[in-house]
């Protein structure tokens, strides 16, 4: 209860907006460029890329040009002197739509081990994780408030990543996304806080993978 109300805090007092999951696809106008690929549409504007959601992605932001080191559901793997392992992946349930979102969202949760093997103490959080790709379309997905309360109500035996770990610490936690609800395929990266490290490890989630969250 301690980490989700300060992460609830955290989000409260920067009001921050996050957009998860994907609209109607939108048409290219104007004189921008569309690019292609098997099933959605991308516009170029002077920012960045525009997605059928009208968000921008920046050309750094882009899953291509970010340096990305391949993961495995349930194997442990190693970032910038930081062991993590997601060990299953939950439905957290439904987000209607409503006034902010007109499409029903999905809590998908990650259940993570994370030990920090360095010599100085690493933050752990759920920022540390952001969703690249949905079925192939470029986003930026976060934690946001209504995925960590929908999150709340599901899982009660363990708390979301919010910890500072001493070195040879570990801890077990969770990090939730809310997503559209008919996703087929997430492209998750992870990339440690504080570090120097560019690279991200990045994990491919399918539909399969997911799992009822067990309730305790």
Not at 28 to 43: A, E, F, M, R
Not at 85 to 107: C, F, P, R, S
Not at 135 to 140: M, P, R, V
């Amino acid at each position: 209860m301690k980490n989700i109300k300060m992460l609830l805090a955290v989000l409260s007092s920067a009001t921050l907006v996050f957009a998860g999951g994907c609209g109607e696809k939108q048409g290219s106008t104007g004189n921008n460029i569309v690019y292609y690929d098997s099933s959605n549409s991308y516009s170029q504007s002077a920012e960045g890329v525009e997605n059928s959601r009208g968000e921008i992605i920046r050309e750094e932001e882009k899953p291509e040009n970010i340096p990305t080191i391949p993961a495995n559901i349930g194997e442990k793997s190693e970032i910038a002197g930081m062991d993590l392992k997601i060990t299953n992946v939950y439905d957290a349930g439904i987000i209607e739509a409503d006034d902010t979102a007109n499409y029903d969202k999905q809590v998908v949760v990650l259940v993570c081990e994370v030990t920090n093997n360095t010599d100085t103490e690493q933050l752990v959080n759920v920022f540390d994780f952001k969703v690249k790709l949905i079925d192939g379309e470029y986003t930026d997905i976060i934690t946001d408030l209504s995925a960590l309360t929908q999150a709340q109500k599901e899982i009660s035996n363990m708390e979301s990543l919010n910890v500072t770990l001493q070195p040879g610490e570990a801890v077990t936690g969770y990090a939730p996304f809310a997503v559209y609800s008919r996703w087929e395929s997430l492209s998750v990266y992870y990339q440690p806080s504080k570090t120097d490290s560019e690279e991200v490890l990045a994990f491919e989630i399918t539909k399969d993978m997911v799992e009822a969250t067990p309730h305790n």
